[in-house]
């Protein structure tokens, strides 16, 4: 198993271009799934272990796929599947598999997929996806540990309210929705970014979605999609790491590939600490301040601070001047790295779903171990900023979700080595 050795206190500078991202390039695999008779091709894609999920996902349906990680290039044909199961081994190594459900009940009016089953950041009941499938007419029921959704002849478009907006949830229901007979609309939907992308690409092949990026996504069904080439949006929760990252060891960075609309509340967050930014379409430059001031943060569903930069603030708020309180308010289970934090020396106290984060600390290097693809981020840039040598396990936590993090760091200044044990 990888881990890394990390020797802390080296200032971060220079560039780097940040690949398209994860949580568009996720449901837009399963989207292939819808296409009539040709490949969805991708572009500017990172070799990391979700995307192998999901590719293994899609492969075990049936699916032909050439993966080009020399060029980043994925080209899916899933046309012509031959099942319309996902075993419990597959979706339960990655919970956004799930999202074959709806493309699978779309196309073939039936589908057998396991529940994801537990997750490290919180209970994530799929609940919401269930009420939205049973809403366009299928017949939803849970088969020993399997959601089977089974439909008779079409799906009928219809009104789908959400308890709370659910990003995967809104993605899953777009896809069931986009070859139905006529219009669904989803009501509280998420706003993200990557849901936008999503719907982009799926309009180039042939669908109708509009109003993503609102709180009401509308979908008229067609016929049939086709095929499309396509390069994803740039990854902004990448580009939020690389700036927390530089927050927190000080120096000047400049990221690629990366609308800064996409991180306006961290940008403005990051600019209460004290961070001076320089911007332009697709780029962002930041200079780290000589000491960094605490500020508060909640998060929240998109345009909200995301949760999934939560540990990386976190990081750069152990060193900062005064006291910042964290209330966490997507996942209620979000701070099993805030213990990981505490043993670099860091001052966190819990309080139900808040943290409160004493700055000012000096973090000294030890042992520590990642619990999701965030937190193992957020422990890296603590890491970066400990003195001496820290030991980070089970990056493959990190690997999930960012190729090669520790070489794109170390690219920028950071002195990270990847041994195996
Ligand atoms: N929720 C329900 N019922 C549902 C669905 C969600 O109660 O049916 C709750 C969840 O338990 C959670 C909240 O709603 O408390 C929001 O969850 P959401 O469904 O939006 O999360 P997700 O779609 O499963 C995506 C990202 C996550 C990111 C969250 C929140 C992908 C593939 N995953 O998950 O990304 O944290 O939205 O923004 O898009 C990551 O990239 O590391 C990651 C965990």
């Not at 927050?247 to 996409?262: A, D, L, Q, R, W």
């Amino acid at each position: 198993m990888d881990f890394f050795n990390v020797t802390g206190r080296t200032p971060l500078n220079g560039q780097i271009e940040v690949f398209a991202a994860k949580n568009a390039i996720l449901p837009m695999i399963a989207a292939s799934i819808l296409c009539k008779n040709d490949s969805v091709v991708l572009h500017n894609i990172p070799d990391i272990l979700d995307v192998r999920v999901m590719i293994k996902v899609v492969e075990r349906l049936g699916a032909e796929i050439i993966f080009d990680n020399d060029n980043n290039k994925l080209s899916i044909n899933a046309s012509n599947l031959k099942s319309v199961e996902a075993p419990y081994e597959l979706v339960s190594k990655m919970r956004a598999s799930f999202m074959v459900l709806g493309p699978l009940l779309a196309k073939y009016g039936e589908a057998k997929v396991s529940q994801p089953g537990g997750c490290a950041i919180g209970a994530r009941p799929i609940d919401q996806h269930i009420r939205g499938f049973a809403k366009l007419g299928a017949v939803v029921t849970d088969e020993h540990g399997y959601i089977v959704a089974r439909s008779r002849g079409k799906l009928i478009g219809g009104d789908i309210y959400f308890d709370r907006p659910s990003h995967t949830g809104t993605e899953n229901i777009i896809m069931s929705a986009v070859l139905a007979k006529g219009e669904t609309k989803i009501i509280n939907a998420a706003q993200d970014p990557e849901i936008v992308d999503f719907a982009n690409m799926l309009n180039l092949m042939g669908a109708k979605v509009s109003g993503t990026g609102t709180s009401t996504v509308t979908i008229e069904g067609v016929e049939s999609l086709h095929g499309v080439d396509y390069t994803p949006i740039g990854d902004r929760l990448e580009a939020g790491t690389y700036l927390f990252g530089v927050m927190s060891t000080g120096g000047t960075i400049k990221v690629n590939g990366i609308k800064p609309e996409f991180l306006k509340v961290p940008i403005l967050k990051i600019s209460e600490m004290g961070g001076d930014f320089k911007m332009g379409k697709d780029w962002i430059r930041l200079k780290a301040p000589k000491s960094t001031k605490s500020v508060n943060i909640v998060t929240d569903p998109y345009p909200g601070f995301p949760t999934d930069l939560q540990p990386m603030v976190m990081a750069s708020l152990c060193t900062a001047e005064g006291v910042g309180v964290i209330w966490e308010r997507v996942f209620e289970n979000r701070f099993i790295h805030v213990m990981e934090f505490n043993r670099l020396g860091a001052n966190i106290r819990i309080s139900g779903d808040r943290a409160t984060i004493i700055g000012n600390q000096k973090l000294e290097g030890t042992t520590i171990m990642c619990s999701d693809i965030r937190a193992g981020a957020g422990l890296l840039i603590a890491a970066m900023v400990s003195n001496g040598n820290s030991k980070l396990k089970r990056v493959y936590h990190i690997d999930r979700g960012y190729q090669r993090l520790d070489e794109r760091f170390n690219s920028l200044g950071a002195k990270i080595q990847r041994l195996s044990e």
